[in-house]
């Protein structure tokens, strides 16, 4: 700790004589009604894109200036295109490959596990997404590929995800109520109304409901979906702002599957169900409630120095009562030959997150510079985890399941026991800037140094590893008003629990991300455009020593060796072409081998493409897209698995009745093509069939 103390402290002086050293002073002047925590809305723009992000490096930069591959979902995008949860993002990422479980999806990027996203710029680890945030009051989705351990400390180096939330930003009474309906009685009604709470509209409220109801193309599925948010947003001073708010979702589901349909009958051809087959029953349920608090302090100071302060308290509760089945289908008689478990929970999560920082910009050689430094506190602990399991096996006697006409019984053994509390923490203390070398050469530098611990109540597992440092550095060069070339390196950590022949815990994996991009940037920022070649390590990586133990146990030992390596390209345009015309289009494609040459994760397509394009014609709208997912596979000879490539085609159209009123038809999936979002022994899970929902939208 005594180590972490003084890098922290050099850190500190390095940022103190950045700032006071020669520097030439802004003038100092009002700053007026600040609006800082959303300062990019999207609600208003009906963009595609954006004018700044700061997901990369917490610094508020253009597209064309943030030295990584970025993209942004914003509100009229998610609009056009149908989008209403976190699951319905990821599916329309470029980049990003779904291998879905059940309700979980094991997404991935660059060919690496996508375990946590962020809200507001707080991460929060979900390694498979069956919480399935809603969107509703989310403003927009920032995107960074690659690594982006500066801001969020420990994980993969496959993608970052930051959910923007929506704030109260309007000084008059307005809102909007919007109802759909679609497929398998799919129905929804939202009320989002915003208001000044004082004469002067320097305290605003915002106010979201929404209550979704809809069955599913999978027998017995039915969810329930419920969501309330509010928050107040203050302009305290002229160079004062305070928000505070707090959200709740509570998603109930049941006729649920755990896992998938079996992949091969009893004489080793594969199966072939009906897209409407799931093993469960009507009693089984996998319910998760999240509900959540935050704060955003914002205080500038002479010279535009400014403290900002962020909290956020989030608890979740999962429920779950679910049924799978392992083994194979006799094909004569449809009976399951295996084993069916049964598997229930009551789970409970807290989570608390503290960013503080100091941004202060300066001029020095009558160039703009910026530097922030920061400190940050991430912990996530689960209070309780009260369980149980119970099989059943094939040759007890009576057949398990007949796939002919599924619908399982319910198992009575269950064997009950209670998981150990345990509790993830990570302290950081961060510094970046943005240095202008010359006016058309920028320099993004950073690092941050990282303090992580997880102990169990039982003492068990406990694990800690200091004074991680994580460095960032990018540097941007504009070749013209236009475009500019960019390279970057960054990395990210990712605890492991495997021991070395001594009893140590071996170092952290480490994901080193290398980029080379050019960006274009047109139409007075309405089109960004870019290109990106990138390569990602990752080393350290747990391997096996066969015969060799743990001093005094019987556990293998490990050590520390070369793990994967992916590379490829990204490519990706978004904005306004004409005054009518907006596009987005994306496409991605990587190729990942571990230490010995293998293919690693071929469970993730290689390649993948979006496209979706909207033209207006006075009050008439219409869109349409394509989504390209190249072939992807698991297993070897007989017992390989795949799904060729395919693609999918949706549309929209839009009709303005008034100013007021306006209302939507969507199309996924236009030509119904059948193909799986899941592969696997017993994990075979069909995609959604051609699916439609009718919007209609009254703002007022």
């Keep these: 700790m005594k180590s972490f103390n003084k890098k922290i402290l050099t850190l500190s002086l390095f940022a103190a004589f950045a700032l006071q050293s020669n520097l030439v002073a802004k003038d100092a002047k009002s700053l007026g009604t600040v609006d800082v925590v959303s300062s990019n809305d999207t609600e208003t723009t009906k963009s595609y894109t954006v004018d700044s992000i700061n997901s990369a490096t917490k610094l508020t930069l253009s597209l064309k200036d943030t030295p990584q591959s970025v993209t942004v979902f914003t509100n009229q995008k998610m609009k056009d295109l149908g989008i209403t949860s976190y699951q319905d993002i990821l599916s329309n990422v470029t980049g990003v490959s779904l291998s879905r479980w059940d309700e979980r999806l094991k997404s991935t990027a660059r060919g690496f596990t996508i375990d946590y996203y962020k809200i507001d710029g707080m991460p929060t680890y979900s390694s498979f997404d069956e919480r399935d945030l809603d969107l509703s009051i989310f403003d927009r989705v920032e995107i960074v590929r690659g690594a982006n351990g500066l801001l969020t400390g420990a994980g993969n180096p496959g993608m970052s995800i930051n959910l923007i939330r929506k704030r109260a930003k309007s000084k008059e009474l307005k809102g909007n109520v919007t109802l759909k309906g679609g497929s398998w009685d799919n129905y929804s009604a939202t009320v989002d109304i915003s208001t000044p709470l004082n004469e002067k509209g320097t305290v605003r409220g915002r106010f979201i409901a929404k209550q979704e109801n809809k069955d ?11 969501i309330l948010y509010g928050v107040v947003d203050m302009d305290l001073t002229d160079s004062t702002y305070l928000s505070v708010g707090a959200s709740y979702q509570n998603l109930d589901r049941s006729g649920i599957r755990w896992g998938g349909l079996p992949a091969f009958y009893s004489d080793g051809s594969k199966t072939n169900f009906d897209t409407s087959d799931i093993i469960t029953n009507k009693n089984t349920y996998w319910n998760a409630e999240t509900k959540s608090v935050f704060a955003d302090f914002k205080q500038y100071f002479l010279n535009n120095l400014s403290f900002n302060l962020s909290f956020s308290h989030n608890r979740y509760k999962n429920e779950s009562n679910l049924l799978y089945f392992g083994g194979v289908v006799d094909k004569a008689t449809g009976i399951g030959q295996g084993s069916i478990s049964g598997y ?25 510079h910026e530097v922030l430094f920061g400190y940050t506190y991430n912990s996530s602990k689960s209070k309780y985890n009260h369980q149980g399991s119970a099989k059943q096996d094939s040759n007890l006697g009576n057949p398990l399941i007949n796939f002919r006409n599924i619908n399982l019984g319910s198992l009575d053994n269950f064997r009950y026991y209670d998981g150990t509390p345990n509790k993830t923490t990570q302290k950081a203390a961060y510094i970046v800037g943005k240095f202008s070398l010359l006016d058309d050469l920028k320099l993004v530098t950073g690092a941050r140094l990282t303090n992580w611990k997880y102990t169990e109540d039982s003492g068990e597992n406990n694990r800690e590893f200091e004074n991680e440092l994580t460095p960032y550095v990018g540097v941007v060069y504009n070749i013209d008003k236009n475009h500019s070339i960019y390279t970057s390196y960054t990395s990210i950590f990712n605890p492991q629990d495997e021991k070395t022949q001594s009893g140590n815990y071996l170092d952290p994996i480490e994901g080193k991300n290398y980029e080379l991009g050019v960006k274009g940037e047109y139409f007075d920022g309405k089109l960004n455009t870019s290109l990106t070649l990138f390569r990602v390590e990752q080393d350290n990586v747990a391997s096996a020593l066969d015969g060799v133990f743990v001093k005094g146990t019987s556990d293998t030992a490990y050590k520390a060796a070369e793990g994967v390596t992916s590379k490829g390209f990204e490519f990706d345009v978004h904005g306004q072409i004409t005054n009518n015309l907006n596009l987005s289009f994306g496409i991605a494609n990587f190729e990942a081998k571990d230490a010995n040459g293998d293919k690693h994760n071929t469970k993730s397509s290689r390649t993948t493409a979006n496209l979706f394009a909207k033209y207006e014609l006075n009050d008439l709208s219409f869109g349409a897209g394509l989504s390209y997912k190249s072939k992807f596979y698991t297993g070897e000879g007989a017992t390989k698995i795949t799904q060729d490539a395919f693609t999918l085609a949706n549309a929209m159209i839009a ?22 979002t899941g592969i696997g022994k017993n994990l075979m899970g069909h995609g959604t069939p051609r699916n439609a929902t009718l919007t209609l939208q009254y703002s007022f």
């Design 216 to 226: 599913s193309f999978m027998d017995h599925y039915e969810k329930e979906n419920e």
């Design 655 to 676: 009709y303005k009745i008034n100013k007021n009123a306006n209302l939507q038809f969507n199309v996924n999936n236009i030509f119904d093509k059948e193909y799986y």
């Design 344 to 368: 229930v929970n009551d789970e409970y999560e807290k989570e608390n997150n503290i960013d503080a920082y100091i941004s202060a910009p300066f001029e020095l050689g009558g160039l703009d």
